[in-house]
């Protein structure tokens, strides 16, 4: 059974950066894509980024180029580099694995807070 887990986030001034890392246990198989969402308090989860298996990548509108999803076969892990943080940006933010047949897992998410 594949376990996510996040690390890199944490408190960062407006204007600041991020890179936040997912790794990935377990056996990924017949994976379709891997992924980051976010949910900030109040709202709903929302997608960010996700990169199929053919290194596709896709990002939501609000990313603007400030976001950059990549991942590392080898290492069963996704990460999401994140350049000119905002307040808005402010969200917990969780990888997610999608597989063919198979439920979507997802991490514990880890906490971006973008404030002076």
């Known amino acids: 059974q594949v376990q996510l887990v996040e690390s890199g986030g944490g408190l960062v001034q407006p204007g600041g950066s991020l890179r936040l890392s997912c790794a990935a246990s377990g056996s990924i198989f017949s994976l379709r894509a891997m992924g980051w969402y976010r949910q900030a308090p109040g709202k709903q989860r929302e997608l960010v980024a996700v990169i199929d298996s053919g290194d596709r990548r896709h990002y939501a509108d609000f990313v603007k180029g400030r976001f950059t999803i990549s991942r590392d076969n080898a290492k069963n892990a996704v990460y999401l580099q994140i350049t000119n943080l905002k307040p808005e940006d402010t969200a917990v933010y969780y990888c997610?694995?999608?597989?063919?047949?198979?439920?979507?897992?997802w991490g514990q998410g880890t906490l971006v807070t973008v404030s002076s």
């Open positions: 997610n694995v999608d597989q063919w047949g198979k439920a979507p897992v």
